[in-house]
């Protein structure tokens, strides 16, 4: 019983956490749903690891890219511009919802101490059964932990990784459930180029998180941008998407650390 207290206190402060930080009368940019979107854009529900998970595709690059979506998020609600307006020649996009979120439900969403590394797997096993042979990541917030984990754990399945409002660790409140610890244990396993993006002006995530990423993840560029918050790829989606597409398409050198040879 105990346990089951723990996990439900963690969801809930992270939910109170992000509500927090809205002013009143101000609300979070929601993309359009799938209706409104161009008719290159389709739907999808696939049979992975017990549940039946939504993504919506669109693009018929040889590059395949899975977007990551945040706490209460969907595909269709966190990623518009990027799904509309990543180039459709050079990648194949993917925009997932995690379990318990968006369409990918039932069942309803819980948070077991696990369920980073439980949404890590599915969203590998997603793209496995999509017959993609390996992925890119593009990880928002929660789903940034989770691009994290992901990269960590199937090192040799992601091709590279970009994340914005991601946290390797929690704060003295959530000690009891995770010691301190989300993933950071993990990021030195973390072998594929990963280019971390923060706003200066993020309510929900300091810059030290970012920073402590940048440290552990061996290679990683970091991308700071002064006037951007936590959805900082909404507000300033055409250079967050310039900033994607370049990073995805660049060549490392020979011999850099998380480069293939």
């Not at 939910?15 to 101000?26: D, E, I, V």
């Not at 949404?119 to 590998?124: E, S």
């Not at 017959?131 to 990269?151: C, E, N, Q, R, Y």
């Not at 061996?218 to 597409?245: I, Q, T, V, Y």
Request: a positive charge.
């Amino acid at each position: 019983m105990a346990a089951v207290a723990a996990q439900g206190r963690w969801g809930a402060r992270r939910l109170r956490l992000l509500l927090s930080t809205l002013k009143p009368g101000s609300h979070v940019p929601l993309a359009e749903p799938v209706a409104a979107f161009s008719s290159s854009v389709t739907s999808a529900k696939v049979a992975v690891n017990g549940v039946h998970l939504h993504c919506l595709r669109t693009g018929g690059g040889e590059h395949a890219v899975l977007l990551l979506p945040g706490m209460l998020g969907s595909g269709e609600t966190d990623f518009g511009p990027q799904i509309e307006n990543l180039n459709k020649k050079l990648f194949t996009v993917v925009a997932w919802d995690p379990r318990g979120y968006g369409h990918s439900r039932p069942p309803d969403r819980d948070f077991p101490v696990e369920f980073f590394e439980r949404d890590a797997k599915d969203a590998v096993d997603l793209m496995k059964m999509l017959k993609f042979k390996k992925v890119s990541l593009l990880g928002w917030s929660d789903g940034g932990i989770t691009a994290l984990i992901a990269a960590a754990r199937y090192p040799s399945y992601i091709n590279k990784m970009v994340i914005w409002g991601a946290n390797a660790y929690v704060t003295d409140q959530d000690e009891e459930i995770y010691q301190g610890n989300i993933c950071r244990h993990l990021l030195p396993l973390v072998r594929c180029p990963t280019l971390i993006v923060h706003g200066e002006k993020d309510p929900l995530v300091p810059s030290f998180h970012a920073d402590f990423i940048h440290k552990h993840v061996k290679g990683s560029r970091l991308h700071l941008m002064p006037e951007g918050k936590h959805n900082l790829h909404l507000r300033f989606a055409d250079e967050f998407n310039k900033l994607a597409e370049d990073f995805l398409q660049w060549r490392c050198p020979r011999g850099h650390g998380t480069c293939e040879s």
